[in-house]
Structure formats: C-alpha cells, structure tokens
T-cell receptor
Framework: KNEVEQSPQNLTAQEGEFITINCSYS?????LHWLQQHPGGGIVSLFM???GKKKHGRLIATINIQEKHSSLHITASHPRDSAVYIC???????????FGTGTRLTIIP | DAGITQSPRHKVTETGTPVTLRCHQT?????MYWYRQDPGHGLRLIHY???????DKGEVSDGYSVSRSKTEDFLLTLESATSSQTSVYFC????????????FGPGTRLTVT
C-alpha cells in the first residue's frame, strides 16, 4: 500500500506570499492528483500529473518521479486560496486513489 | 463539475438504524466511489464500483454495503449505524482508464447519535 505524506500540515501566510506544499509517496505511481477543499465545501481536482510540471493560473504543480515527490506552488497568494489541499496517488494498474491527510492553508489579508 | 449529486446532504440518525446514502451522476462514468472523511485521516475508500452490479471493497468497508443497479446511481447502506460511522461521506466518479480525473460530489454529513 502506498503511503502518502504531506507537509506542512498547516500553513499560514500573508497575502502575496509564494506558497509551497509538498507531497511524498512510498511506491511508484501512474499519476498524482492535487485537490482543493474549501471550508465546508466540496472537493475539486486541481491537477493530475504523471511527469514534469503543469500550470493553471497562479497554481503550479511539479512531480519528480525518481524522488517520489510532488510540490504544489501558489504564486501571489490571495485569501481566497485559503483551503485544504490534498495530494492523492494512483498505483499502476489500479483505479483507486490513496490520499494524504491534507495541508490546511490560511492566507491573511 | 461532473454532475454528481448526493442525497441527503445532512442526516442525523440513531444508533442501530439503517441508513442509505445515494449518489447520482449524469456523466455516464464507469467508476464510482464512496469515501469517508474524518479529522486526522485522509479520504478513505469504503467501496467502489467498476460497472453495473460490479463492486469491490475498500480499506474501511466493515459495516457498509453498496449497490449499483444503474450506471448513474450508487447507493451506500449502513445496515445498523454506529457512532463510529459519524462522518462526512463523499461520492466520486471517474471515466474509464487511469488517465481520468476523479470528480467529487458535494458530500453528506451523517451524525449517528
């Protein structure tokens, strides 16, 4: 079973700061997902990646397959980015995801 | 938005009563999943389905059963609810193939008293 660890568990930053959230996993995977969950809200998929880097607006996700590590970056952070960010991995030949426990991000105006 | 609805959205029930949660999708996705979310834990898979009448257990399946008689509906049943099943339950769907994203429903908050 893949073990997924996220760091930090909680992160508070000032508006405008550059944010980095990390995810590491123990076994090789076919894909990694980054999800966002606002307080009391549903879960939205931000990225799915299996190699390299993806960018969407102010969000950037990278993955290093050799090191079994992914990062989610937020540039020019804004209070509306306050949410829980969840990393999930998919093993090869598996239609199931294994989830990290999430990183709670709070951006202060 | 993959057109996933869950019902009910909130429910309070007593220990020992049966409870059924419904997940409905409009995207004709093959795979459907039931997760529970609890503080200090990541999302944990209860059961999933890979087609009509085809289901399998996840990591926390004890005390739960599922049924899928139509592509669009996936039911989660707690035969005799216990306080440890107080949680937020999320349904998710996925198209065929590992390259597809999972789409999540809005969640159902269940309290067992």
């Amino acid at each position: 079973k893949n073990e997924v660890e996220q760091s930090p568990q909680n992160l508070t930053a000032q508006e405008g700061e550059f944010i980095t959230i990390n995810c590491s996993y123990s076994v090789g995977i076919s894909a990694l997902h980054w999800l966002q969950q606002h307080p009391g809200g549903g879960i939205v998929s931000l990225f799915m990646l299996s190699s390299g880097k993806k960018k969407h607006g102010r969000l950037i996700a990278t993955i290093n397959i050799q090191e079994k590590h992914s990062s989610l970056h937020i540039t020019a952070s804004h209070p509306r980015d306050s949410a829980v960010y969840i990393c999930a991995v998919r093993d090869f030949g598996n239609e199931k995801l294994t989830f990290g426990t999430g990183t709670r991000l709070t951006i202060i105006p | 938005d993959a057109g996933i609805t869950q019902s009910p959205r909130h429910k309070v029930t007593e220990t020992g009563t049966p409870v059924t949660l419904r997940c409905h999708q409009t995207e004709n996705h093959r795979y459907m999943y039931w997760y529970r979310q609890d503080p200090g834990h990541g999302l944990r898979l209860i059961h999933y389905s890979y087609g009509v009448k085809d289901t399998d257990k996840g990591e926390v399946s004890d005390g739960y059963s599922v049924s899928r008689s139509k592509t669009e509906d996936f039911l989660l049943t707690l035969e005799s609810a216990t306080s440890s099943q107080t949680s937020v339950y999320f349904c998710a769907t996925q198209g065929q193939g590992s390259s597809y994203e999972q789409y999540f429903g809005p969640g159902t908050r269940l309290t067992v008293t």
